[in-house]
């Protein structure tokens, strides 16, 4: 069927004007101390003003003594709740939804940033685990206050919950490690608190790895049982596919994919509106937009209005670090981004 990235679709209580999604992308725009700015909402606004249906904010750490850059935001106590809100006062304006994804970086986590190691899972003392279930269910609570639509929890890409349910990076040998469903003991009790903070109007969503637990129809199975409105699919080498340009992860996908009821959406090489449709056709209610909307926000909007049916994104993965040599998020950006400047420390 043509045309069905622009229908409208639904994750659990969240209705959305069509089937696209802002994957999860780190902006890189928070103080130093991890403080939100006026930069980072507004490169949210800007998505939904040109049509994203979802936009999911980059990781918001729950723990400031565990972020994974200099420019990635904290969610805690401490965060500025008044620009939490009025980012999703503007998205909301736009005509989109907003979800906040929430993460601890785990083995990602930077040294030089934060001035204490990365913490790996078997790093945590069971009561740093019952902590860390707290942070996680305070985001939701912060996200509820702020007006969001929905949370996702970040359980891929190599950062905590990601470790915890790789077999080659849990180390684990108590009720937290071996089996998979032990090493998704975490995941659900993280589920289980944010869903409470959040309440049955916001939706719960979360991103995983297709290629990181050894078994992704069980995984997903799990997904399910834990009543999750929405998983988000991508992979550990995601960063190792620079040129590809076909669906990274297709493939893996479809196959563990039968019979299950939870939307998903795919997330990874998938730069033009034919491959969208084709990714929809397949049986995925949503399709998730990442370095397209680096390189040009205006994406989405551009596709449905019949200007541009192919991404301009080279698929290069220079939007990986060129914010540390020069203030801008793509290779081909000339415009600096000042918050970029500020916190890197780099000038054009």
């Known amino acids: 069927m043509k045309g069905l990235l622009w229908q409208p679709g639904r994750l659990g209580p969240v209705e959305l004007r069509n089937r696209t999604i802002r994957s999860a992308t780190n902006e890189h725009l928070s103080q130093p101390d991890g403080q939100l700015t006026q930069a980072w909402a507004e490169t949210l606004a800007e998505l939904a003003r040109n049509e994203v249906g979802l936009v999911i904010t980059g990781h918001l750490c729950v723990d400031r003594t565990q972020r994974a850059d200099e420019g990635q935001p904290v969610l805690d106590s401490q965060t ?17 939804r907003i979800a906040a994804q929430l993460s601890h970086s785990g083995k990602k986590a930077m040294e030089a940033v934060n001035g204490r190691p990365a913490k790996a899972p078997e790093d945590f003392a069971p009561e740093e685990l019952d902590r860390l279930v707290e942070q996680f ?3 939701g609570q912060l996200c509820r206050e702020a007006g969001f639509d929905a949370v996702q929890i970040h359980t891929a890409h190599g950062y905590l919950l990601s470790n915890f349910l790789n077999p080659t990076e849990n180390l684990r ?13 975490l995941v659900g009790r993280v589920l289980q608190a944010v869903r409470e903070a959040c309440g049955p109007e916001m939706a719960l969503l979360v991103k995983a790895d297709c290629n990181g637990c050894g078994d992704l129809r069980r995984l997903l199975e799990l ?7 929405g998983v ?11 040129g590809e340009k076909s ?13 299950i009821q939870v939307p998903l959406s795919l ?13 929809l056709d397949q049986g995925f209610s949503f399709v998730s937009f990442s370095r397209t909307l680096i390189c040009q926000p205006d994406f989405i909007a551009r596709m449905k209005r019949g200007a541009q049916t192919k991404s301009a994104c080279l698929a290069c993965n220079g939007c990986y670090q060129i914010y540390r040599r020069r203030p801008v998020r793509c290779v081909q950006h000339k415009d600096p981004i000042p918050q970029l400047e500020k916190v890197f420390g780099c000038s054009m």
């Open 267 to 279: 997330v990874g090489g998938i730069f033009d509106l034919e491959t969208a449709e084709t990714v």
């Open 137 to 139: 269910r305070l985001g």
């Open 223 to 229: 997904y399910q049982e834990a009543d999750v409105d």
């Open 247 to 259: 669906p990274f992860y297709l493939q893996e996908a479809l196959r563990a994919m039968d019979g």
């Open 232 to 242: 988000e699919l991508s992979g550990v080498d995601f960063a190792a596919r620079a």
């Open 80 to 96: 500025d709740r008044a620009l939490l809100a009025q980012a999703a006062e503007e998205v909301h304006r736009a005509g989109g």
């Open 173 to 185: 040998t108590d009720q937290y490690g071996g089996s998979l469903e032990n090493r998704f003991r």
